[in-house]
């Protein structure tokens, strides 16, 4: 299986002033592509996995030859880590909850809303929650708002582009806080960068997984 850049669900510059263009079109052709391309040279070394999904070598790592092992972490990693955060952004403009403050503020409604009240007690707290573990990540890596086998919500964060799969857990929403995803714009300011983005999150795609 040759892995390929997903469609990218809207223009570079859809989800202006949150997110620029610019930083859109890099972090999209450059560096998911990057993932991309590591990803397939690295299964070239072994056709026998090549058409397993990745979601699998991802979720028993171990059993992945350990020559490619660390690639497909990283690599294979990146490649699943951008295809979800693509999904997880739609522009401000087409949702009430990213264009409405008070609506913003409260989250998003239906079995999402309850679910997330369920575990964090309301939106804010789990905003909070969220907004600050993503704040805390050293170096590069990812927040999740991840399902645990159990059922429950967590919010979690993993290093470089660990996948929350490989902990045997369903990822729902996602944040990428590696510099490159905000340095254009934001430089140092990763808070700044992280509460814009909360205008520009796809609750429609976070119902859809959490299922
Ligand atoms: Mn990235």
Same mark, same amino acid.
């Given at each position: 299986?040759?892995?390929?850049?997903?469609?990218? &669900?809207?223009?570079?510059?859809?989800?202006? &002033?949150?997110?620029?263009?610019?930083?859109?079109?890099?972090?999209?052709?450059?560096?998911?592509?990057?993932?991309?391309?590591?990803?397939?040279?690295?299964?070239?070394?072994?056709?026998?996995?090549?058409?397993?999904?990745?979601?699998?070598?991802?979720?028993?790592?171990?059993?992945?030859?350990?020559?490619?092992?660390?690639?497909?972490?990283?690599?294979?990693?990146?490649?699943?880590?951008?295809?979800?955060?693509?999904?997880?952004?739609? &522009?401000?403009?087409?949702?009430?909850?990213?264009?409405?403050?008070?609506?913003?503020?409260?989250?998003?409604?239906?079995?999402?809303?309850?679910?997330?009240?369920?575990?964090?007690?309301?939106?804010?707290?789990?905003?909070?929650?969220?907004?600050?573990?993503?704040?805390?990540?050293?170096?590069?890596?990812?927040?999740?708002?991840?399902?645990?086998?159990?059922?429950?919500?967590?919010?979690?964060?993993?290093?470089?582009?660990?996948?929350?799969?490989?902990?045997?857990?369903?990822?729902?929403?996602?944040?990428?806080?590696?510099?490159?995803?905000?340095?254009?714009?934001?430089?140092?300011?990763? &808070?700044?960068?992280?509460?814009?983005?909360?205008?520009?999150?796809?609750?429609?795609?976070?119902?859809?997984?959490?299922?």
């Amino acid at each position: 299986m040759k892995y390929e850049l997903p469609k990218l &669900p809207y223009a570079y510059d859809a989800l202006e &002033p949150y997110i620029d263009a610019k930083t859109m079109e890099v972090h999209y052709t450059k560096h998911h592509q990057a993932y991309v391309d590591n990803l397939n040279a690295a299964l070239e070394k072994h056709p026998e996995i090549a058409d397993k999904p990745l979601e699998e070598l991802l979720g028993a790592i171990d059993a992945v030859p350990e020559d490619i092992r660390t690639a497909v972490r990283n690599h294979g990693g990146g490649h699943a880590n951008h295809s979800l955060f693509w999904t997880f952004m739609a &522009p401000p403009a087409t949702g009430a909850v990213q264009t409405d403050p008070a609506a913003l503020a409260k989250g998003p409604g239906g079995k999402t809303g309850e679910a997330i009240n369920a575990a964090f007690g309301d939106f804010g707290k789990f905003r909070e929650e969220f907004s600050g573990a993503a704040k805390k990540v050293f170096g590069s890596g990812w927040t999740w708002l991840v399902v645990r086998k159990d059922g429950a919500l967590a919010v979690i964060s993993t290093p470089n582009q660990d996948s929350p799969v490989t902990q045997g857990l369903k990822p729902i929403l996602c944040l990428d806080v590696w510099e490159h995803a905000y340095y254009l714009k934001y430089q140092n300011r990763r &808070p700044e960068y992280i509460e814009s983005w909360w205008h520009v999150v796809n609750w429609d795609e976070v119902a859809k997984r959490l299922g």
